[in-house]
């Protein structure tokens, strides 16, 4: 079964524009952590968030975590043709401890215009 | 390190066949993840092993498919007899057994039952 739900499911905007997807998950956490997959490959780790922290940034990438809600976010800014993809949360269980399993979310597909 | 190797990369069979897809995880990893990937379910986590041993097979569709780790570096995910429903992309995925790591994934395998 799927731990997360990502939200919207498609979104298309134009280069240079920002981009938000959301992430709700049902279960306490360790970490909250998302993936990037383009079409065809694996999937790429982008950043990830413990339990205890609210926001974390790595270049263009801001991600925010409100455990009370249960939800996540991950904004692109300034986006570019390459950051079109399919995005993932996933969600290690804080019930597990370190061999804990990662669970992914539904995706959200990006598509970025020039 | 070359990252996850997955073969092979494409496999076409037909129903009722055996189908062995094939893993060999980063060196010092210590967990193994295997997921499938369709349109209609997204990712699914299939079974997952922590120092060789699976820790929770609950995704495995059923008895038809059985997964081993024999060792470290090796492990392998079996479909037998497959039907035309276990077509999708399978991903084998590895991370270090410590707090709030990452997932790598290899570029996984195509499979396609007909």
């Known amino acids: 079964s799927q731990q997360g739900e990502e939200d919207p499911q498609a979104l298309s905007i134009q280069e240079g524009e920002n981009a938000t997807m959301n992430c709700s998950y049902k279960?306490?956490?360790?970490?909250l952590q998302w993936y990037r997959q383009n079409s065809g490959r694996g999937l790429v780790h982008l950043i990830l968030?413990?339990?205890?922290?609210r926001e974390k940034h790595s270049g263009r990438l801001r991600v925010t975590l409100d455990t009370s809600k249960k939800s996540s976010s991950l904004l692109i800014t300034a986006s570019r043709a390459a950051d079109t993809a399919s995005y993932f949360c996933?969600?290690?269980?804080?019930?597990?401890?370190?061999?804990?399993?990662?669970?992914f979310g539904t995706g959200t597909r990006l598509q970025v215009t020039l | 390190d070359a990252g996850v190797i997955q073969s092979p990369r494409h496999e076409v069979t037909e129903m009722g066949q055996e189908v062995t897809l094939r893993c060999k995880p980063i060196?010092?990893?210590?967990?193994l993840f295997w997921y499938r990937q369709t349109m209609m379910r997204g990712l699914e986590l299939l079974i997952y092993?922590?120092?060789?041993?699976?820790?929770?097979d609950s995704g495995m569709p059923e008895d038809r498919f059985s997964a081993k780790m024999p060792n470290a570096s090796f492990s392998t995910l079996k479909i037998q007899p497959s039907e035309p429903r276990d077509s999708a992309v399978y991903f084998c995925?590895?991370?270090?057994?410590?707090?709030?790591?990452?997932?790598?994934f290899g570029q996984g395998t195509r499979l396609t039952v007909v």
């Open positions: 279960t306490s956490i360790n970490n």
């Open positions: 060196s010092g990893h210590n967990s």
């Open positions: 968030i413990r339990s205890n922290e």
């Open positions: 996933a969600t290690a269980p804080s019930n597990t401890g370190t061999a804990s399993k990662l669970t």
């Open positions: 995925a590895s991370r270090p057994t410590v707090a709030n790591t990452e997932a790598f």
């Open positions: 092993f922590n120092n060789n041993v699976p820790i929770d």
